[in-house]
């Protein structure tokens, strides 16, 4: 795999989905050091405070707590607020990824405190569709197969308010749009990733889980903490990964159905950067 440069993150051309997938991973190894301390913080924080309480009144069971002798409605419950946090804190992350991906895009690494830079970094707008999304995106999961629609539709949220820094308005249209052209593309694209980790998720927490459970280094009594930090570590991967897929893919959804490379190849000299990626010119 070649080294986490701005060029191999996201060239200036249409993409396969094999080279969107690299992409983001390298998008990931180049901003490793911010997004995942952020993620495992907000992963921790989902684990324990957020869903753990309703796995106890559901009465599910480690590793991949599924409904043992609980309450349905309960678990669907769970379901419903595991699937609105996991969206939240992709959608967080989402904004210091989309501005590393832009960086790349410029060619160049963006640092650290540029990512995370109030000024200009549209942060109050992102926490505002971190909740919008979470909403949505709990109503879609309760109704079952309307999750897949709305996990397609909103991945560009957070680059269309911080990349493309489109109104408030019209953060949501613009996502929408993005994520059907080419027949759904991006939105499929943006599915198979997520189906790609949750594999992995599941795969990594509960073979982790029971093999320390099998060599007798874990008891009935540490059994739920040790599940609740091993999910928290894999997340803590995961969902800035996803992060950076949303990034790779808006950009590179752009350069296909927009044109975003010829228009930065005609740009004056000395445009800003804000301006060069916004959306409205």
Known sequence: MPDAGPIAVLPHRPLTVGELLDSAVLLLRAQARVLVPIAVVLAAAEQFLVLQPLR?????????????????????????????TEAMI????????????AAALLGRTARPGE????????????????????????VAAFC???????????GAVAPALVVDRVPLHR????????????????????????????????GLASGTILGLTQLGLVDDYWAIPV?????TAVNGIAYPALACLDAVLHLETRIRTEGLDILLARAPAGTPEPALLAAER
């Not at 079952?144 to 909103?154: E, M, N, R, S, T």
């Not at 759904?184 to 992995?200: E, F, K, N, T, V």
């Open 56 to 84: 106890l009144a559901a009465g599910t069971v480690p590793p991949i707590w599924w409904l043992s002798d609980g309450s349905f409605a309960t678990y669907w419950l769970l379901l419903t607020t595991g699937a609105a």
């Open 90 to 101: 992709i959608m967080l992350l989402g904004n210091p990824a989309a501005r590393a991906g």
């Open 115 to 138: 990512v995370l830079h109030l000024a200009g970094g549209r942060w109050g707008g992102t926490v505002l569709f971190a909740l919008v999304v979470g909403g949505l995106m709990s």
């Open 144 to 154: 079952g197969p309307l999750w897949f629609a709305g996990f397609a539709l909103l």
């Open 171 to 202: 953060v949501l249209p613009r996502a929408g749009a993005l994520a059907t052209r080419s027949g759904m593309r991006a939105g499929m694209i943006r599915l198979l990733g997520y189906l790609g980790w949750w594999i992995l998720r599941v």
């Open 227 to 231: 599940a609740l930090l091993v999910w």
